[in-house]
């Protein structure tokens, strides 16, 4: 079984500064990790994707996540927020076996001027 | 390249009609997903064809949900009848092919949002 939790709903930053979106997952199998944004009326994009090798991985929009085994993490990182990152962001899991994707509720940026 | 399409993208229905929801995948795309986001939780998976085979259907919630992916190319997915607790937002999915299996990139469509008054 799988699961994610991604801590805190709605996370408000200004604009310039890190943006920071937490994930830890729970898997019985060595997981794959991703993170997607859904802009407004968008589908969901896919930012990165961890699934073996390199735990630091960079997605599109200088995003970046690690992926930390010992603390089952997975946490989202910008360091400037500019205004048009602001959309929801979903954390997800799966495994070796098991397409499909396991999401956390999302959390939601918004970007302060 | 077009990239996932559903339809329609809103729909209102009331208590115990049907709706049939459709979603059309990346061409070439062997592998198609529904997921269901109600208000407030997370995006949950409903079912998985591989081709227009079921590979895995263990997320449908009952049997008033029925899918189906004729020749492989674009799915639908019913609700009959629909009850209240159907509402929200139904996305689509599709990867390409079997070897890279959960490494695959599922790419999204925009999703249907759906309100059962």
């Known amino acids: 079984a799988q699961s994610v939790t991604q801590l805190g709903s709605h996370v408000s930053v200004s604009e310039g500064a890190l943006v920071l979106l937490r994930c830890n997952y729970s898997?019985?199998?060595?997981?794959?990790l991703f993170w997607y944004v859904q802009y407004p009326n968008q589908g969901l994009q896919l930012l990165l994707k961890?699934?073996?090798?390199?735990?630091l991985v960079k997605g599109i929009n200088g995003f970046e996540a690690e992926f930390k085994k010992s603390e089952t993490s997975f946490h989202l990182t910008k360091p400037s927020a500019h205004m048009s990152d602001a959309a929801e962001y979903f954390c997800?899991?799966?495994?070796?076996?098991?397409?499909?994707?396991?999401f956390g509720t999302g959390t939601r940026l918004t970007i302060i001027p | 390249e077009a990239g996932v399409t559903q339809f329609p993208s809103h729909s209102v229905i009331e208590k115990g009609q049907t709706v049939t929801l459709r979603c059309d995948p990346i061409?070439?795309?062997?592998?198609l997903y529904w997921y269901r986001r109600v208000m407030g939780k997370e995006i949950k998976f409903l079912l998985h064809?591989?081709?227009?085979?079921?590979?895995?259907e263990s997320g449908m919630p009952n049997n008033r949900f029925l899918a189906e992916r004729t020749g492989g190319t674009y799915s639908t997915l019913k609700v009959q009848p629909a009850e209240l607790e159907d509402s929200g937002v139904y996305f689509c999915?599709?990867?390409?092919?079997?070897?890279?299996?959960?490494?695959?990139?599922?790419?999204f469509g925009a999703g249907t949002r759906l309100s059962v008054l």
């Open positions: 999915a599709s990867s390409q092919d079997r070897r890279g299996g959960a490494k695959n990139i599922q790419y």
């Open positions: 898997s019985s199998v060595p997981p794959y």
């Open positions: 961890y699934t073996t090798g390199a735990t």
């Open positions: 997800a899991v799966s495994g070796y076996g098991n397409e499909k994707l396991t």
């Open positions: 061409s070439g795309h062997d592998n």
């Open positions: 064809f591989v081709k227009e085979s079921k590979q895995d």
